[in-house]
């Protein structure tokens, strides 16, 4: 029995080939069509670039910090020379030394002495209250005695220390107590004046100091019969109580 088709035109024999080919063109177009770009035409402008033909213009040179042209030299002056004729005599002005030469001989002069004019210098002369020959008269002890005017002067310190002493607040705060020795002087006038003291705390010195600065005015005691400073020494005791 004969087949029924040409063997010729099997269709099946070549299938392979074709597939490969139409599996390369494939593999081609969608290579192409990954790889293809696109733009978009709004974004994108074109410019155009006019170039002017510039003309070269000639730039002026200036000179910069030119010094100014020299002065002009001064005018030549022409001394003339007059030559005058001595017509008057002229008397030169001779000036004589004032100092003694060799040849002149030195004076001498006695001087007497009563013409000499001796100017007496007061001495400051200060005295320890325990030596001195007059005492200082406190008011309320004139007309005493040397000794009871002596007596009246220490205990009228005492008094007045006693009146107007007063503790100052700070140092009974802070427990501050002792004796403070305070020395003055009684000027040629009988002013109270070089007060010092010297105590435990400088609070207390400044209290015996205020005491002692409000003593009156006094006498002013004398040393042979001339008004001399007169120094003193009194203690000031401050002393807590204690409670």
Known sequence: MKPKKNPELEIGRNSSLYFAIGLNVMLLMSWQ?????????DLATIDILDVDEELEEDIPIVNLNTPP????????VVETITIVE???????TIIESSEANQ????EERIIDVSEVDVEEVEEDVEVSFAVIEDVPVFPGCEGLSKN?????????????VRKNFRYPQTALEMNI???????????????TTNVRSRGPDRILEKEAERIIGLLPKMIPG??????????YAVPIFFKLHEG
């Open 86 to 92: 001595d017509v008057e005599d002229v008397e030169e």
């Open 222 to 231: 004398k040393q042979r019969g001339k008004s001399v400073k007169v120094s």
């Open 177 to 191: 107590q002792g004796r403070v020795s305070v020395i003055f002087v009684i000027d040629s006038k009988g002013h």
């Open 103 to 106: 040849n002149e001989a030195v």
């Open 148 to 160: 009871e005017m002596k007596d009246c002067f220490q205990q009228k310190v005492q008094e007045h």
């Open 33 to 41: 069509a990954l790889e293809y770009k696109t733009y978009d035409k």
């Open 69 to 76: 042209p020299p002065p002009p030299p001064p005018p030549v």
